[in-house]
């Protein structure tokens, strides 16, 4: 096992947030992942960010993310997520990674 495995092995069952190359923040239980860094992500939402208006929460469900499109990967302290007042919250979504 690599240490890229390794690492999405100790987030199994647990709640990640994944950046995709596109800008999207995807957060929910990671369920299983490949060798190919492919994401099944269960209980999934989308957090979409505006400067305008909170951060919208888009119920997504089971979801994959193709591993060609993860950016990043990280665990999510779910007492502390849930502290947060998103809807009062104002950020610019981020944008695409060029390549």
Do not use: W
Request: proline share 2%; with cysteine; glycine share 8%.
């Amino acid at each position: 096992m690599d240490s890229q495995s390794a690492s999405l092995f100790s987030m199994m069952d647990r709640t990640i947030s994944v950046i995709t190359n596109d800008g999207r923040n995807l957060v929910g239980l990671l369920r299983g992942y490949d060798q190919t860094n492919n994401l099944v992500i269960e209980e999934c939402h989308e957090r979409v960010y505006s400067t305008q208006e909170g951060v919208a929460i888009e119920q997504l469900g089971l979801y994959m993310v193709r591993g060609d499109n993860v950016a990043v990967v990280g665990e999510i302290d779910e007492d502390l997520d849930a502290k947060i007042q998103f809807d009062g919250m104002r950020a610019a979504p981020l944008k695409p990674i060029k390549q």
